[in-house]
């Protein structure tokens, strides 16, 4: 799994002031929580990057003071006028604890509806899932080749090994829906019915 490696600084101040100073630095505060204790740190701007402006999953390893810490992203704050990353949770992974997390969805396979000239709808693109670290994964795949036109590739129909999915089991993650064109060629191939 792709992982982004971050260098930081222990945070020794915390408050307004200090966080202040930090970001006229261009360094973001951040903290690390869920292993044995909270890791305060910060580190440059640019360095969370790869890890924030992405839509795949990966992991992050924080190095602070000499120590390394494997974490996925939790959680950020943007500033509302700059739209800047000024701040950033990670949750460490522990090997014996579940975590939650987003994972993305690969769709694989080409669906029986779309060969037959519907057209795929995605609805969701992202799973919420809770599993030990050692199980997560880039992405979770669907396979869309048995989806029919009209059909709908729900959240109960993924399958997804040492991993339970927490969304709400019916929501449809993809469908197939007819085309106008494909309903005007029905419509055309459906005599009309003879006036009495």
Do not use: W
């Not at 915390?14 to 505060?29: C, D, M, N, Y």
């Not at 709808?121 to 029919?148: A, F, W």
């Not at 089991?169 to 060629?185: D, G």
């Amino acid at each position: 799994m792709k992982t982004i490696t971050i260098e930081g600084q222990l945070r020794t101040e915390i408050g307004k002031k200090a966080t202040r100073q930090l970001r006229s630095q261009e360094l973001v505060p951040g903290v690390i929580y869920g292993g044995a204790a909270e890791i305060n740190f910060s580190a440059p701007a640019k360095a969370f990057k790869p890890l924030v402006y992405t839509a795949e999953f990966q992991l992050a390893e924080v190095q602070v003071e000499g120590k390394t810490y494997k974490c996925i992203l939790k959680d950020l704050q943007f500033d509302k006028v700059s739209d800047a990353l000024i701040h950033v949770d990670l949750l460490e992974l522990v090997d014996t604890k579940k975590v939650i997390a987003t994972l993305p969805i690969k769709f694989t396979g080409t669906s029986i509806g779309v060969k037959e000239g519907g057209k795929l709808i995605t609805k969701i693109k992202s799973l919420k899932v809770k599993t030990l670290p050692k199980y997560l994964r880039e992405n979770i795949e669907v396979d869309l080749t048995n989806l029919q036109l009209n059909g709908n590739i729900r959240v109960e129909d993924v399958k997804a090994d040492n991993i339970e999915i927490l969304n709400s089991p019916r929501i449809p993650i993809a469908s197939v829906v007819m085309t106008r064109q494909l309903k005007q060629e029905e419509a055309a191939a459906t005599p009309a019915k003879a006036k009495k």
